[in-house]
């Protein structure tokens, strides 16, 4: 019986690539061969200038003028977007310009031009003790994976890695009988972050009960601790998404995420004690002065200090 024609209007045009698509498509290229950048840096710098080329609406990039790029700035309000998130984009876009001026393509950098709203120190959003422990409990045997679940949270909340992180922890990264793991993060830099006994049991715990029934299931033997129950790499987009269906379990904020571990990991280590530069080589802070946010986190602590040190106090 032969095929009725398609109707007309059933399928949507392609859209037709532009100039900035033909320029975002070199610079990606450039940022990530010639850059070395990390994967996760090439894919924020797409995701955000993409969101500009949507804007352009087929416009020539080395065309507008500041007013146009300052209309851009306003659009990304419009947007809804946090103060965070607009800074991001057009910190992107200045990177964006720059390399088309390396290029010959623009003479003159207009997007630097543009300044950034001065954002507020936001102070990070912490879990207490007592809602680890409680988080913690979360997985159980009635789920899927449960001790890798388990494994997972511990690892997270012990290392105060960020979801891609441990999704990249391989199983020679990990020395359970050492108390330690070696992670990469931003620029694929290495870091020796110490695991502590709780974590490593739980961790001990999925390879011998969980691990190799996954593994079992991979085409080939896979090298990544966490793995999928197609015994797969466990990606951070899962990783997200188990952390919000355990903190759902829990009582715990909506807003909660893998970072609200970090943030709690950092925060716990300086209201215990910890010097603020052991716990900024553990994060893989690059400067001081990100760690020192989380010092606003927990004021007892400056309290205590100023009370030790201070004469008149």
Not at 231 to 253: D, T
Request: aromatic share 8%; charged share 25%.
């Amino acid at each position: 019986m032969p095929l009725s024609p398609r109707k007309p209007g059933r399928l949507k045009p392609l859209r037709a690539r532009t100039t900035a698509d033909v320029s975002l498509d070199g610079f990606l290229h450039y940022a990530a061969g010639e850059c070395h950048l990390a994967a996760n840096s090439v894919a924020a710098y797409r995701r955000d200038l993409r969101r500009f080329v949507a804007w352009l609406a087929g416009r020539d990039p080395t065309k507008l003028t500041i007013r146009d790029l300052a209309d851009y700035a306003g659009w990304l309000h419009g947007q809804k977007l946090a103060p965070a998130s607009i800074a991001r984009h057009l910190v992107s876009l200045k990177v964006f310009f720059r390399y088309l001026q390396l290029e010959g393509v623009l003479q003159e950098n207009l997007a630097e031009l543009l300044g950034s709203q001065k954002l507020w120190e936001r102070v990070p959003k912490v879990l207490s003790p007592q809602q680890v422990n409680v988080l913690f409990e979360g997985p159980q045997p009635y789920d899927r994976c449960w001790r890798r679940d388990r494994a997972l949270l511990e690892l997270l909340y012990a290392t105060g890695c960020r979801a891609s992180e441990v999704a990249y922890l391989r199983l020679r990264d990990v020395r359970l009988a050492e108390g330690f793991c070696t992670c990469r993060g931003k620029g694929d830099k290495e870091r020796i972050v110490p695991l502590g006994a709780r974590a490593a049991a739980a961790v001990q715990a999925y390879l011998d009960g969980e691990r190799p029934q996954l593994a079992a299931l991979a085409p080939a033997p896979p090298d990544w601790l966490l793995l999928t129950y197609r015994g797969r790499q466990l990606r951070r987009e899962r990783i997200w998404e188990l952390l919000k269906l355990y903190a759902a379990r829990a009582g715990i904020p909506a807003d909660a995420s893998p970072h609200t571990l970090r943030h709690s990991f950092a925060t716990h280590l300086l209201a215990g004690g910890a010097d603020m530069r052991q716990v900024q080589e553990m994060l893989g802070h690059a400067s001081i002065s990100t760690t020192q946010i989380y010092t606003h986190v927990d004021p007892t602590r400056l309290q205590a200090v100023h009370k030790r040190f201070h004469p008149r106090a």
